[in-house]
C-alpha cells in the first residue's frame, strides 16, 4: 500500500512556508502522491503549480476539483499544463461535489451529477489524445472540432473519482483509474461498497489498469489518542451534520449505512439548528475510530494492514496534528512502519 499526503487547505492551517516544509518532507520521504482539495477554498491547479519547482517526484493531484465550475476543456487544459510543468507528475481528482457547494457557492444547478462525470472523464481524455473534439452526449454537444494546441507530456492523465453513492461508486469503478472515497471504513468497505464496485469493474474495459483506491485517514502516532479523536471529531461534525441537507447529505448517509443511524441523525439535527458545539460532542469515538488511524505505533501498523486488506491502494494520510514539525515526525514515522 502506497502513501499519500492530503495538504491542509483550511484558513490559517499552514503558513505558506510550513507547507512547503511538509510537502519537501513528504516528496522526499517517497510518498506517492500529494492531494489538494478545493471546495471554495484557493484554486487546486494554482496551488498545485506553486508546488512544482519545490517537489521532485511526488504525484501532484487535486482532490478534488469539480464538475460543475469548469467546463471539461478547461479542466483538461489545466491538467495538461500541471502536467507539462511538473513532468508528467500530474493526477486529476474529480467529483461532482454537492448541492451545497454548487448552487450555494457556484450559483449552478446540481443536475445530473453522474452523468456530467462520466462525460467530463471522456472529454478530458479525448482532449489529452488531441482528439478533434466532437463530441455529443446529454451534458455536452461539443462540435467545434478543435483540438489542443499544444502536445501534452502524456496522451492521458490518471483520472480519480470521488464518489460514495451505490451508482456513482459503480460509475467510478467501470471508467475512472482511482476511486477516492471519504470517511472510508475498512471494516465496513465491503459491505457497503462491495456490491457497486463488483458492478462497475463488470463492465471495466479492458484496456483500463486495475482500479485504484485512494482512501483517506486522519493519522496520529501517539499513545493518548484523546487529542487526535478531538481534533477529528471536529470535521466529522461538518460533515456528516453541516455538508448538505436534511435530505441530501451523502456523508451523513454514508455513516447510516455504516449502522450509525440514529448518532447521524442526532449530529445532522444538532449541527442545523446552530448547535454546532453539541454536535461535535456527538461523534463518538467509535465513529472516530472506524475511519481514522490514531494510536501506538503498533496499533498504527496493524490499523494499516487492515486499510490494505480492505483494498486500499494507497493510503491518503491527513495528519492528526496541526504543527508543522509534529506533521513531518508523524511522515517520517508512517513510512518506517508501512
Request: aromatic share 6%.
Amino acid at each position: 500500500m502506497k502513501l499519500a499526503l492530503t495538504l491542509p487547505y483550511a484558513e490559517g492551517a499552514l503558513t505558506r512556508d510550513q507547507v512547503l516544509e511538509v510537502v519537501r518532507a513528504a516528496d522526499r520521504l517517497g510518498y506517492d502522491s500529494l492531494w489538494v482539495a478545493e471546495a471554495w477554498s484557493f484554486d487546486a491547479f494554482m496551488v498545485l503549480t506553486s508546488l512544482v519547482p519545490e517537489t521532485e517526484q511526488i504525484k501532484l493531484a487535486t482532490g478534488i476539483v469539480n464538475v460543475y465550475s469548469r467546463t471539461p476543456s478547461l479542466i483538461a487544459q489545466s491538467a495538461a499544463t500541471l502536467d507539462a510543468l511538473s513532468g508528467g507528475r500530474a493526477v486529476l481528482g474529480l467529483g461532482a461535489s454537492g448541492p451545497q457547494v454548487i448552487k450555494g457557492w457556484h450559483g449552478l444547478d446540481y443536475e445530473q451529477p453522474l452523468q456530467r462525470t462520466r462525460e467530463v472523464i471522456e472529454i478530458v481524455r479525448m482532449i489529452m489524445r488531441r482528439e478533434k473534439l466532437q463530441y455529443e452526449g446529454q451534458v455536452f454537444d461539443l462540435q467545434g472540432r478543435l483540438k489542443l494546441i499544444n502536445h501534452p507530456v502524456r496522451p492521458a492523465i490518471p483520472v480519480a473519482v470521488a464518489a460514495l453513492g451505490p451508482k456513482n461508486v459503480a460509475m467510478t469503478a467501470e471508467l475512472a483509474d482511482g476511486w477516492l472515497p471519504t470517511l472510508y471504513s475498512p471494516a465496513k468497505a465491503a459491505e457497503v461498497f462491495g456490491p457497486a464496485l463488483a458492478e462497475g469493474r463488470s463492465r471495466r474495459a479492458a484496456d483500463l489498469a486495475p482500479l485504484e483506491v485512494v482512501a483517506p485517514a486522519a493519522v496520529a502516532i501517539t499513545d493518548d489518542p484523546s487529542a487526535a479523536r478531538d481534533r477529528a471529531r471536529v470535521g466529522m461534525a461538518l460533515y456528516i451534520g453541516g455538508m448538505g441537507s436534511r435530505k441530501q447529505n451523502f456523508y451523513n448517509q454514508l455513516f447510516r449505512r455504516y449502522g450509525y443511524e440514529a448518532e447521524a441523525s442526532e449530529i445532522q439535527e444538532l449541527y442545523l439548528t446552530g448547535k454546532q458545539p453539541e454536535a461535535i460532542g456527538k461523534v463518538t469515538d467509535e465513529m472516530v475510530d472506524e475511519v481514522s488511524i490514531l494510536g501506538p505505533a503498533g496499533y498504527v501498523k496493524d490499523r494499516l494492514a487492515q486499510f490494505a486488506e480492505a483494498g486500499v491502494s494507497t493510503l491518503l494520510v491527513q495528519v492528526a496534528d496541526p504543527d508543522p514539525s509534529n506533521m513531518i515526525r508523524t511522515l517520517e514515522r508512517l513510512a518506517e512502519l508501512a
